[in-house]
């Protein structure tokens, strides 16, 4: 994995809030400040960018500036469907019409700021598309405004690829998006080639996904990894912690796949540095994720390969602890 | 729901083990003792057998008349693909491709079975496909062999519905089969009409799926509720207890989804009695099946139908208060 | 249960945040308002107050005027330890001696509040207490610091009670007053008469606790519980959720149980209503729990007390379907 | 850590069985066979035996004969509180007060086998201790029983020490003793200087703990750490996988503590190899264990208290990345 180009969403070099502190961990950043600060990561060379959060009808051409002043590419804008309280009720899915021709409006006008950025992809991250309580959503109909929705994003610029975030909870307590296979199922109902998945590493986790199998499926199913955000958590929920701090051998194994399918897309952080200084955790999740892929570009291929061809564990087992701990 | 017809796998009126206590928490039962017991439930009229446990080469003469005497009506066959010495490495997944030939060649034994038997239906639990630790499979590969053996199976005989019953972990930490939408995507590969899924109302709950939406999900894409397995469970592993002992409103809200999108199938019991009685275990599970029905057939369909439309939540919690607390 | 008493936490009539909606999903309530519409809900006697967000140094005054006002009681102050940037390494546990200081500090100014205001009770809710990375707590220095400061609170005035509430993650990824045994391991290392344990449904249930077997174990060691917390979820995490709107069974045996072991203090509602109208969900959580005293106290003793002597799980499941579903 | 002393369960190097493949996954080995092939393992010099299993009331001079034999020592018994179907309803928390009696005799039994083999330790695990259901448990009185009789236990030879293994599920879906916080409570109850805990890996995973933490509770509360078992899994179930093969940071943090705590216990192997040669895991399991061992011998003790100290995660996480991953 030579060529590996690693980005991080620009708000992760900053502060951030939970349902206690709301005001956040830590004093706000400005715009060109988050720029400034993912520029002295040098492995970093692309950004990923919020709708709302950093991109507002307005500041296009600012940005474009930021971008060019720091030498950063566009990796992918993540419109806004979670952050405005007219989305609680959901985006796509929304049971209001009007909220879901919004959703599909703003996904459009991020489309174009991303082209007019120098991008080719979105992010859709539909968090609020879900449901919270039982008895509360019409499953069938809401899916099917929800594939509606994103089809019709899909086909508005053909040229830029759209790819689904898919995660099993938070903010609903059951997401419509929530796993590999569910994401898969919608892009075979909207059906265009430019539209793919995101693994977020953590989001597999909390979904009980092995991640490395969640490449391999989205490599079986039609090729359909298109980008994919980095992180650690304890499984149970999306902790967005540093990359590699807590699930050493999943990690590994995930970078392994992604140099086996050919993955050829961004490496991009996305961590929630609550304690700690965003810049350095970023900056050490970065870190992380090159050496998991020195690590994979180091290992025997072809024993790796026979000992996935063999399975048989006690021989895995010493491999993998031969290679981590050395004894 | 008037016309429901309830089954139950014939084991669950006898013993069962664990790890721990493999002889069994009872005494075993004969055979024709387990069909003895379960004519026992009057409201039982179809049994599932499960190969080997009860199905061999050699008895389906003696279980005819089992279901004869009885007036017990074959609703499947289970083949057994998970309690055999040789699948331990998995059946249709397995790395030896003997063992994968094996896998096919059994299911078809069952389906002729099950044809003599008078049923019309398989339902395919793979348990021992999949993996257990990291860097144990070729995900790709043993995914397409999977999906390969299925469609060979289900090609055998097109008037012989067979349906695959998914579940996220145990007997392998991993299961490839694992999630509703997971087993979507295997239909869709197998593409033949006579696939379908089974729902085990536990499994959809330790995937954490909310099992009336896995109800829809299967509705919306092509219709592909074929079976249903009921008990209940603590959420995060398969303990397989009476139905409607822990979810009162999960259950209610399945058997909704159940009249709403006319399942028409058998609902069958799926319980491991390991301290009770199988026989009071299975009767008292077809008596809560029996009330979430007739509570689903009281309940004001347009006003669920508006709650559900609305999502309004301290309103629907009121509702469903009044109908289970009567204050 | 005749006499119960009934309150809420005064946010909860308001408007809350998540991390991805920062500035709330509903518009800001005043203090005045919070009130105000407490006061709409008969059933409601008393209130809650959280630390900063709603008693300052210098409101003490204003406080008693709207409890006056509304004849509201106060029934517990929940210092702050969770919602300043300070705590955002922890309080009592703190690794800075001066932020340790401050936790003991503003508790002991809490209690004056409360004192103040005619209550007797605060809530510690240190959730910032604990880590979030391995190797990073010195787990016994932290644990000792975090004793130490809440038996310095517990001895400032003995006739204030001091409970605390447990929760095993949120906001850290590992609490250190995780459970109930947690808890009762800490009251003993305190070794005050008025320090006790805060129950809150929901944290019990993500701890994998039956919520009814932690009113037990704190009535078994020392009758400790001081304090209920109501909520629901899906087991996973704190949802906050209405009352009884996901585990009927686990509510109802909880309040079985704390009739059974006589407990006399509030109990209070503790939700997040992220999409709800706060005084609609807060009204319905209070209906719910009124719903299961009523149900408890037409339950016939003696049989329940019988099947709880003898365990027989069909029987009880019957039991329980019949009181549920009537039929 | 440089006298560390490895055992085993003896069981681990044989066959096991689930609840589907009752008959095991591989074929019965003799219990002249499975010291055969412990033996085999020079790293291990101890072997923990089994109640039942491996121990019954005719075969103690054999027993002694293949300890000699072999050269291994006796590191403890585990009595038979899980595997007989006696014990369906429970052992020291039975409802029926034989069985409570015959749970306690037991145990002494054992105790003298022990002090016969030349051990000093016996391992409890009352696994049935618990319950299934709600409203099936009077959780005060099935508790006092279950203390009183480990105090019965405890008292018989203070010279024994009885160690308690805690897990939170399985076989029961609610155990007693179920977190190392609830073991520190029954241990303070039985009030002998004999009685201490046994951290099983595994299970303080289940109960969501950090195992390095479990081992630092019970050291600050009397220094209760007693014995250890190994393994790994995918925390919501106990796997019994090989050590090591899936937490990396957490085995290598526990044993940090371990070190750190002065632990001078046996380190045994609790695996269960379902399609893993036993010997073959065992052996790998232990090899883990030993590098694990290593490593934090020659982790910089004076760099990782300061990492400890001061709680930075991002330089935290490097220390750990170019330990593990050598860039």
């Not at 991020?110 to 959503?137: N, R, T």
């Not at 995660?167 to 898969?184: D, G, I, M, V, W």
């Not at 180091?298 to 564990?313: D, F, N, T, W, Y």
Request: hydrophobic share 40%.
């Amino acid at each position: 994995m030579n060529k590996t180009q690693y980005s991080v969403i620009l708000s992760n070099v900053g502060s951030c809030s939970d349902r206690f502190l709301t005001e956040g961990y830590d004093r706000p950043y400005a715009l060109s400040e988050l720029f400034e600060r993912v520029a002295q990561i040098p492995q970093v060379t692309g950004v990923e960018l919020v709708g709302t959060w950093h991109v507002t009808e307005s500041n296009v051409k600012e940005l474009k500036e930021y971008l060019e002043r720091y030498g950063l590419q566009l990796v992918s804008i993540i419109p806004d469907h979670f952050g405005q309280m007219k989305w609680k009720y959901g985006s796509f899915a929304a049971k209001d019409r009007a909220v879901r021709q919004q959703a599909v409006a703003h996904a459009k006008e991020m489309i174009d700021a991303a082209v007019e950025l120098g991008g080719d992809l979105i992010s859709l991250w539909p968090g609020q598309d879900g449901y919270d309580y039982l008895f509360q959503a019409d499953y069938i109909q809401e899916r099917d405004w929800f594939a509606e929705g994103v089809k019709e994003v899909c086909r508005y610029r053909p040229d830029v690829r759209v790819s689904l975030e898919y995660k099993p909870k938070e903010p609903r307590t059951h997401c419509y998006l929530s796993t590999a296979a569910n994401a898969l199922l919608i892009t075979q109902e909207v059906g265009t080639d430019n539209v793919g998945v995101t693994i977020d590493f953590g989001h597999a986790l909390n979904a009980y996904e092995t991640p490395a199998e969640s490449v391999a499926l989205l490599k079986k199913h039609g090729n359909k990894l298109f980008h994919v955000h980095m992180n650690d958590n304890f499984r149970h929920w999306d902790d967005d912690m540093i990359v590699g701090s807590v699930h050493t051998i999943e990690s590994l194994e995930f970078f392994y796949w992604l140099k086996r399918t050919a993955y050829s897309g961004w490496l991009s952080i996305d961590q929630y540095p609550y304690r700690e200084d965003g810049l350095e955790a970023v900056h050490e999740g970065v870190r992380a994720m090159e050496a998991f892929g020195h690590v994979v570009d180091s290992l025997p291929a072809e024993k790796v390969e026979r000992l996935i061809r063999e399975g048989r564990s006690p021989e895995t087992a010493a491999f993998l602890r031969e290679c981590l701990l050395r004894v």
